[in-house]
């Protein structure tokens, strides 16, 4: 898909090209294949504001395709029905529902007061140390910025739901939804309904959620203020017969395996990105559909069985390709279309997600036994399991064509004077001396890339405006090996800080949820595929995590230390076998072990400018 700016007059705007298979759906579903593209003003004659606003406004407008796209598809699938005034009010209340857990998730990710007062006494201490430093010297060497920010946390979360609050007042006087237009379109999706913008159930059910979700702000001012309600998790329907229906609602949403769920999520995986919360959220919901939504203190071990049987027959991507039917429906819809079915590493996942959420409820709920929630697992297989590229591939991908010189930008095949020296080159790079997931990488930013007592690291943080990290081990900061110094990575990175740019990978476009990842992944599989790198399909950039392993341990670096420096759990008996070791590793000692990593195959004399 390509985008691009546009400017008509002195006006700038973006123009992003219509998906063909939504221009397919529409052919098939409606009769015309519609406009190949959509152009949207970005309302300035300024470049770089146009610049900043065109990456949101590119996000919006491919959320819309996927919308329209699943709407389609949902119309194709199955016959569309009228909400009534009570599937509104209970769509509304899971609304409130999954706001109020984002709140609370929020306020468990905020730092301590001595977290904060701990960070502040180092930054003393580090401009202490250094009185020859200026003032950008020490907003470039210490955690002055971090601790800014963490100080600010809450009292930023609550002016920007100030600032919500009063444009969702403004929104009913002039009865506009255009702020709740992405939860009307996710619920019609979810629940099958026909629902067009501008008709009577749009507008009744935006004046629900504009509503409910002042009620939510409501709650977290309370919250605020350390006021917590017994009944923070009770809504009161706008109509209707309100004591008999919120009494329902209430004790089913209290007993529910979705309303726990929330919780658990909250409590265990606080710093889950949208990608993550997306699928355990389609896990648990499965299961509830195969199941029966049903207190979870009757959940059995036939009902997982079911499940796991289910799963072995379930078509992958079952959301995307069948939005809105139920898991059982799905698959007798996939025996007639032969859409591909889960793989036993998916299948793996989800019921290892469903088993540590029983261990939580068994722990935190009366009358749940964890073993109703635990089944053995789909043995791993061979063909499935993700492996370290080779010595051969690891020199076909650094020492490729376009990196060592190329024919031209078209014709990165042949040999030429032409050389790759954007993100292209570097993702591979940052990858193949990190081992770091790629969403790690490309959500760094240039700040992220800094000296720490005069050794330049990498910081994997989620502390940044859209950032997100598997778990907390993942949060560490890399040293950065020399090799990608001697690249010229410190150039790189001051080069998007010369574009007046935040992001080091702001190049890669984003995708809906605003990650650059997706079209990394995307673009580096292609390139494997390319130069004939076997086995893109298992792994991607994901293999650099298995090839760094094995780089390092042929450094001599035992196993304890290389999963300190990939961000992994350290377990009880990995720090028993080391006894007296100190889990955090310094810098310098960080600096010691990655330098270690070697790829002899490699010839980076040819990479060098």
Same mark, same amino acid.
């Given at each position: 898909?390509?985008?691009?700016?546009?400017?008509?007059?002195?006006?700038?705007?973006?123009?992003?090209?219509?998906p063909?298979?939504?221009?397919?759906?529409?052919?098939d579903?409606?009769?015309?294949?519609?406009?190949?593209?959509?152009?949207?003003?970005?309302?300035?004659?300024?470049?770089?504001?146009?610049?900043?606003?065109?990456?949101?406004?590119?996000?919006?407008?491919?959320?819309e395709?996927?919308?329209?796209?699943?709407?389609?598809?949902?119309?194709?699938?199955?016959?569309?029905t009228?909400?009534?005034?009570?599937?509104?009010?209970?769509?509304?209340?899971?609304?409130?529902?999954?706001?109020?857990v984002?709140d609370?998730?929020?306020?468990?990710?905020?730092?301590?007061?001595?977290?904060?007062?701990?960070?502040?006494?180092?930054?003393?201490?580090?401009?202490d140390?250094?009185?020859q430093?200026?003032?950008?010297?020490?907003?470039?060497?210490?955690?002055?910025?971090?601790?800014? #920010? !963490?100080?600010?946390?809450?009292?930023?979360a609550t002016?920007?739901?100030?600032?919500?609050?009063?444009?969702?007042?403004q929104?009913?006087?002039?009865?506009?939804?255009?702020?709740v237009?992405?939860?009307?379109?996710?619920?019609?999706?979810?629940?099958?309904?026909?629902i067009?913008?501008?008709?009577?159930?749009?507008?009744?059910?935006?004046r629900?959620?504009?509503?409910?979700?002042?009620?939510?702000?409501?709650?977290?001012?309370?919250r605020?203020?350390?006021?917590?309600?017994?009944?923070?998790?009770v809504?009161?329907?706008?109509?209707?017969?309100?004591d008999?229906?919120r009494?329902?609602?209430?004790?089913?949403?209290?007993?529910?395996?979705?309303y726990?769920?929330?919780?658990?999520?909250?409590?265990?995986?606080?710093?889950l990105?949208?990608?993550?919360?997306?699928?355990?959220?389609?896990?648990?919901?499965q299961?509830?559909?195969?199941?029966g939504?049903?207190?979870v203190?009757?959940?059995?071990?036939?009902?997982?069985?079911?499940?796991?049987?289910?799963?072995?027959?379930?078509?992958?991507?079952?959301?995307k390709?069948?939005p809105g039917?139920?898991?059982?429906?799905?698959?007798?819809?996939?025996?007639?279309?032969?859409?591909?079915?889960?793989?036993?590493?998916?299948?793996?996942?989800k019921?290892?997600?469903?088993s540590a959420?029983?261990?939580?409820?068994?722990?935190?709920?009366?009358?749940?036994?964890a073993?109703?929630f635990?089944?053995?697992?789909?043995?791993?297989?061979?063909?499935?399991?993700?492996?370290?590229?080779?010595?051969?591939?690891?020199?076909?991908?650094?020492n490729?064509?376009?990196?060592?010189?190329?024919?031209?930008?078209?014709?990165?095949?042949?040999?030429?004077r032409?050389?790759?020296?954007?993100w292209?080159?570097?993702?591979? !790079?940052?990858?193949?001396?990190t081992?770091?997931?790629?969403?790690?990488v490309?959500?760094?930013?240039?700040?992220?890339?800094?000296?720490?007592d005069g050794?330049?690291?990498?910081?994997?943080?989620?502390?940044?405006?859209?950032?997100?990290?598997?778990?907390?081990?993942?949060?560490?900061?890399?040293?950065?090996?020399?090799?990608?110094?001697?690249?010229?990575?410190?150039?790189?990175v001051?080069? #998007? #800080?010369?574009?007046?740019?935040?992001?080091?990978?702001?190049?890669?476009?984003?995708?809906?949820?605003?990650?650059?990842?997706?079209?990394?992944g995307?673009?580096f599989?292609?390139?494997?595929?390319?130069?004939?790198?076997?086995?893109?399909d298992?792994?991607?950039?994901?293999?650099?995590?298995h090839?760094?392993?094995d780089?390092?341990?042929?450094?001599?670096?035992?196993?304890f230390?290389?999963?300190?420096?990939?961000?992994h759990?350290?377990?009880?008996?990995r720090?028993?076998?080391?006894?007296?070791?100190?889990?955090?590793?310094?810098?310098?000692?960080?600096h010691?072990?990655?330098?270690?990593?070697?790829?002899?195959?490699?010839?980076?004399e040819?990479?060098?400018?």
């Amino acid at each position: 898909m390509t985008t691009n700016l546009l400017r008509r007059g002195a006006t700038y705007y973006v123009r992003v090209a219509t998906p063909t298979t939504l221009q397919d759906l529409r052919q098939d579903r409606a009769g015309h294949r519609g406009s190949r593209e959509v152009l949207r003003s970005l309302r300035t004659k300024d470049l770089g504001v146009a610049r900043d606003r065109s990456s949101e406004e590119i996000v919006r407008i491919r959320r819309e395709f996927k919308e329209e796209e699943a709407s389609l598809r949902a119309a194709g699938g199955r016959a569309l029905t009228a909400p009534s005034d009570q599937d509104l009010q209970a769509a509304a209340f899971e609304f409130r529902a999954d706001e109020l857990v984002a709140d609370e998730r929020e306020r468990l990710h905020r730092p301590s007061r001595s977290e904060i007062l701990r960070r502040a006494e180092l930054v003393r201490s580090q401009l202490d140390a250094n009185p020859q430093w200026t003032q950008l010297q020490a907003l470039a060497n210490s955690d002055y910025v971090r601790v800014e #920010a !963490m100080a600010q946390t809450a009292e930023t979360a609550t002016e920007r739901r100030g600032h919500l609050a009063d444009a969702l007042r403004q929104s009913l006087v002039d009865n506009e939804f255009h702020l709740v237009d992405w939860a009307i379109s996710d619920a019609a999706r979810r629940h099958g309904w026909r629902i067009n913008r501008g008709d009577s159930a749009y507008r009744t059910f935006g004046r629900h959620l504009l509503k409910t979700w002042l009620g939510v702000l409501g709650t977290a001012a309370a919250r605020d203020r350390g006021e917590y309600s017994p009944d923070d998790d009770v809504v009161v329907p706008i109509s209707g017969r309100a004591d008999t229906c919120r009494d329902r609602v209430a004790s089913k949403r209290a007993e529910g395996i979705r309303y726990y769920f929330g919780l658990y999520l909250a409590e265990r995986h606080p710093n889950l990105g949208k990608s993550g919360l997306k699928d355990r959220w389609a896990t648990i919901r499965q299961l509830s559909q195969s199941a029966g939504d049903k207190p979870v203190t009757e959940y059995r071990k036939a009902d997982l069985m079911a499940y796991k049987n289910l799963l072995s027959y379930l078509p992958a991507r079952m959301e995307k390709l069948y939005p809105g039917l139920s898991p059982a429906k799905a698959v007798e819809r996939n025996k007639k279309d032969g859409h591909p079915t889960l793989k036993a590493a998916s299948i793996r996942n989800k019921l290892s997600t469903i088993s540590a959420f029983g261990t939580w409820l068994e722990e935190n709920v009366d009358g749940v036994d964890a073993s109703n929630f635990r089944v053995s697992l789909p043995p791993r297989t061979d063909s499935a399991r993700m492996e370290p590229f080779t010595d051969a591939q690891v020199a076909a991908i650094l020492n490729a064509r376009a990196f060592v010189g190329c024919e031209s930008e078209k014709n990165q095949l042949e040999p030429g004077r032409y050389r790759v020296r954007d993100w292209r080159f570097w993702l591979p !790079m940052i990858l193949a001396f990190t081992g770091a997931r790629l969403n790690e990488v490309v959500q760094l930013r240039v700040q992220d890339v800094r000296q720490v007592d005069g050794v330049w690291i990498f910081d994997f943080t989620d502390e940044g405006v859209g950032q997100s990290l598997k778990n907390a081990s993942s949060r560490r900061e890399l040293p950065v090996h020399p090799q990608l110094l001697e690249l010229g990575l410190v150039g790189f990175v001051q080069s #998007a #800080a010369a574009a007046s740019q935040r992001d080091i990978f702001y190049q890669v476009p984003l995708d809906a949820d605003g990650r650059h990842s997706t079209h990394a992944g995307k673009w580096f599989r292609k390139f494997l595929a390319r130069i004939r790198v076997k086995g893109s399909d298992l792994g991607g950039t994901h293999r650099w995590r298995h090839t760094l392993t094995d780089a390092l341990r042929r450094g001599g670096v035992q196993d304890f230390d290389i999963g300190r420096l990939l961000g992994h759990d350290v377990n009880v008996a990995r720090m028993t076998s080391h006894y007296g070791r100190e889990v955090d590793l310094s810098v310098k000692q960080g600096h010691a072990l990655i330098s270690k990593a070697a790829y002899p195959s490699v010839d980076f004399e040819l990479l060098k400018a």
